[in-house]
């Protein structure tokens, strides 16, 4: 894989936290056409678990979203990822980022220190278009294209992704993760969508980013309006969701990450029913 897009990546697949997909639910999700699993959680630097989920299956990629800065260091980092490609080439994209502020005791300039570590990755060997940055604002966003693929911007929307698409160019690859509930009944929708957007109205860094998109200071408040949660979680029939989905498409995204927010054993059925609405086999 010498680039990024949607003919080497594919256009949907699947963000979850690391290790908590099955093997069968992996096979499943693999037949059903989503192309990769994006694996959230800030894992640790030995990322021995990625190979469980290549193993077993056949086409599926794996994207770290992301691999933590302040708790990984670049050295075992690279090293994962030299020893996953060598049995596994062209399967595993290195996704970084400087994680939350508010969760590191001492976070500071996560800008100088993102530079840093993609200069200890290209010291380490790994590869500029195998790896994308955890990506919102203006600055980042460029620093990931120059250094990296492109980004990987959580917690946004369609408006958002062509922003970014404007600013770092029509070749970087751009994946922007997008919450799904498989409901029609709105109240119900919102209320499993602030659940999981809890932690990030409590943070920094996401509410900047939404404040830039034309957020008030009522949206954003806890436990978000009505207004954010619906620019952020997609819900309604399959057909309506897959819609919401292909605007990032429209709006430049080379690949979206899915995220459905229910609970593990329903996943699957999920995932099979948006895969037709979405164009996928």
Known sequence: MTSLNMGTFGVFGLFQQWKQVTVGQLRDIEALGYT???AGGSPPAELEWVES???????LKVATGIVNIWSAAAGPVAE????????HPGRFLLGIGAGHPELIAEYKKPYDALTEYLAKLDEYGVPRHRR?????????????ARRSAGAHPYLTTPEHTAQARALIGPDAFIAPEHKVVLTTDAAQARAVGREALAVYLKGTNYVNNWRRLGFNDSDVAAPGSDALIDALVAYGNTDAIAARLNEHLAAGASHVPVQVLTEPGKLIPALAELAGPLGLR
């Open 53 to 59: 989920i290549l193993e077993p299956t056949e086409t």
């Open 132 to 144: 994308v940055v955890a990506a919102l604002g203006p600055q980042v966003l460029k620093l990931a």
């Open 36 to 38: 990769a699993i994006w």
């Open 80 to 87: 994962s990822f030299h020893r996953i490609e060598a049995v």
